[in-house]
């Protein structure tokens, strides 16, 4: 079969195949779950459905769960792991008075576990398009940040990806460069 000749050298021209048995003797290690059996280290997940169905109560929940190491729902937090969660939508006192319920509930974070950005508080309320380079470059800065002040990457929650960024929805893979 001919291929087209625009492909980068290094491109496969074989692929890798494995029995199970010689597949399960490759090392590959188990992953580490930051929210037991649902959320891995070093994973991508989306949380979608229609508007006002409670996507951002979710991922409040479960990220003020995870800065304290409790569990959400039926999920076991082992133990605290930080979170920066990227606002896009909401009002701005909206996280605090959401925040106040959790804080009743859960007590107190450690300090710089939880990060807030918020649209509302940058200058001219405005957040660069994240599909961009310098969006993405200003909030991988801020995550570093954190890292720095606890020790470990944190969570990084969107909210939400229409918000935060121009791109096309009808375009399947228009997202790809967030």
């Known amino acids: ?17 494995y029995s199970m048995s010689a597949y399960k003797r490759l090392g590959i290690k188990k992953p580490n779950f930051i929210i037991e059996r649902l959320i891995k280290e070093k994973s991508i997940n989306f949380l979608f459905g229609p508007k006002g169905n409670l996507k951002t ?39 605090i008075e ?42 991988l800065k801020s995550l570093e940040q954190q890292k720095k002040l606890v020790g470990k990457p944190p969570l990084f929650v969107l909210d939400n990806l229409r918000s935060a960024s121009g791109y096309n929805e009808n375009e399947s893979d228009a997202w790809r460069p967030i």
């Open 1 to 17: 079969k001919n291929y087209a000749n625009n492909e980068p050298e290094d491109t496969p021209r074989e692929l890798v195949t």
């Open 57 to 95: 109560e979710y991922a409040l929940g479960i990220s003020n769960a995870l800065v304290r190491g409790k569990s959400f729902l039926h999920y076991d937090c082992p133990k605290p792991y930080p979170v920066f969660y990227a606002d896009f939508e909401m009002d701005g006192f909206d996280i």
């Open 98 to 139: 959401r925040d106040n319920a959790y804080l009743q509930k859960y007590g107190k974070p450690p300090e710089n576990y939880f990060h807030i950005l918020q649209w509302e508080q940058q200058k001219n309320q405005n957040i660069p398009d994240i599909a961009g380079e310098l969006g993405q470059d200003l909030i």
